[in-house]
């Protein structure tokens, strides 16, 4: 159980183009989803946090205009890089959460390369 | 806001017992201690999460002292897959901000 979903698993496209990752929880709702940014060799980073319906909570830093997260239901958060740029390459991980003493549980990651 | 502190990196052999200790001074009451497991380009993947004293699952045991103040993975006879970054997470519902360590890198040698 707990299976989370996230699409694609790698993308490549020219700078100054969007890209959309979805992020889907199988078998459970999930009443907050997390989006993370990961560098090379570091720790997870925390962009947002978002509820179903609510519009997200970002990280301090975190461009909202540049990374549009939607979460319009309890199974399904995007996330869409406007305008992506070479420095918005990095591998991308959602999580999904079904209430607030349950641990998040992972997609696989997005490595978005923007040339 | 907790924060964590973990050693870098750990060195093991296959069949040890491996503890890997999360220092969380400033938890806050209603804080949850979770750990993760990470393979490179993988997602982190849940391995056990606990409140207070000791919690066992099918693949690990976590303690917790009463002072909650840290924590202990363990990680019963390792293997080679068991090869990889290891997360100590503390945070709660209310609290957004989720504060990541770096991680314990684990090795695992034949």
């Known amino acids: 159980g707990a299976v989370v979903s996230q699409h694609p698993s790698w993308v490549i496209c020219k700078s100054g183009t969007s890209v959309k990752i979805e992020c889907r929880s199988l078998?459970?709702?999930?009443?907050?989803m997390f989006w993370y940014r990961q560098f090379p060799k570091q720790s997870l980073m925390l962009m947002a946090t978002?509820?179903?319906?609510?519009?997200?909570?970002?990280e301090q830093g975190v461009e909202k205009d540049k990374f549009l997260i939607n979460h319009a239901s309890l199974t399904l958060s995007t996330l869409t890089v406007t305008s992506a740029h070479p420095e918005d390459s990095s591998f991308y991980i959602c999580?999904?959460?079904?209430?607030?003493?349950?641990?998040?549980?992972f997609g696989d990651g997005t490595r978005l390369s923007i040339l | 806001l907790a924060k964590t502190t973990q050693p870098i990196s750990m060195d093991s052999y296959e069949g040890q017992e491996v503890n890997i200790t999360c220092s969380h001074n400033n938890i806050a009451t209603n804080d949850y201690i979770t750990w993760y497991q990470q393979f490179p380009s993988q997602g982190p993947r849940f391995i056990i999460q606990g409140y207070k004293t000791k919690v066992t699952n099918e693949v690990a045991s976590l303690f917790i002292p009463a002072d909650r103040k840290s924590s202990t993975l363990s990680l019963p006879r390792v293997s080679l897959s068991d090869t990889a970054v290891y997360y100590c997470l503390v945070g709660a519902d209310s609290n957004y901000q989720l504060i990541w360590g770096a991680g314990t890198k684990l090795i695992i040698k034949p």
């Open positions: 078998d459970f709702q999930a009443t907050t």
């Open positions: 999580s999904a959460r079904a209430q607030g003493d349950q641990p998040q549980h």
């Open positions: 978002s509820n179903e319906g609510s519009k997200a909570t970002y």
